[in-house]
């Protein structure tokens, strides 16, 4: 079956460094991936996605490239703020019908 | 409307009550999912209802027993619940068709304590 390996955190940061946190995925077939959000408290909201090799997600100042050829989907920002302190889950489909989530990665970004 | 509204946020239960989770969402979605959250864990799989029809159990104990009455709800009962059954509860739902086809929308979850 499909799996996600993400580092392990908590990944801690000053403001305005650079954040990468990595993901390698195992999955049958032309997977989806996924990077959901989850700020304390609250549920998981979707932060960017692809679908195919090469394609490259973004929002709010964070990215991620497909890369078929090493199966990894990182994820990366390049001034993080307090505001982006939360857990970061990637996560894999290779099917419509359900995810595949790594064990998260929490953030904590300091003033 | 983008959103999976989750009730109740809160709810604390004992062991011989029987309460419900209830989620909705109006986005026409027909695929729709109950996850469970342990502390400092990912989501794990429950159920998944596609077209109000139950399509994946992920062998969940029947104390948890789900129902998707119509295309925009979704509930799940609870009966006779273990201390260990505490967490978060998460509804999520997705259309079956389109772009987006293979996003899941979740809900902000429904805090459960089982005393």
């Known amino acids: 079956g499909d799996s996600v390996t993400q580092m392990e955190g908590p990944v801690t940061l000053s403001e305005e460094a650079f954040l990468t946190i990595n993901c390698t995925y195992t999955?049958?077939?032309?997977?989806?991936l996924f990077w959901y959000v989850q700020y304390p408290g609250e549920g998981l909201q979707l932060l960017l996605k692809?679908?195919?090799?090469?394609d490259k997600g973004s929002n709010k100042g964070f990215e991620a490239t497909y890369r078929k050829e090493t199966t990894s989907f990182h994820l990366e920002k390049g001034s993080v703020q307090v505001s982006d302190s939360a857990v970061y889950f990637c996560a894999t489909n290779s099917g419509y019908s359900t995810l595949t989530f790594g064990k998260g990665t929490m953030l904590l970004v300091s003033p | 409307d983008t959103e999976v509204t989750q009730t109740p946020k809160h709810l604390v239960m004992g062991m011989t009550n029987k309460k419900s989770l209830k989620c909705e969402q109006h986005m026409g979605h027909r695929a729709m999912y109950w996850y469970k959250q342990k502390a400092k864990k990912p989501p794990e799989l429950m159920f998944v209802y596609s077209y109000e029809k139950l399509s994946i159990n992920e062998s969940v104990p029947s104390r948890f027993s789900p129902e998707c009455p119509n295309s925009s709800l979704l509930n799940l009962h609870l009966h006779a619940l273990q201390p260990e059954d505490s967490a978060l509860y998460l509804c999520a739902s997705r259309p079956t068709g389109g772009r987006g086809a293979n996003v899941l929308t979740f809900g902000a979850g429904s805090r459960l304590t089982v005393l």
């Open positions: 692809a679908t195919k090799a090469d």
């Open positions: 999955a049958t077939g032309y997977p989806s």
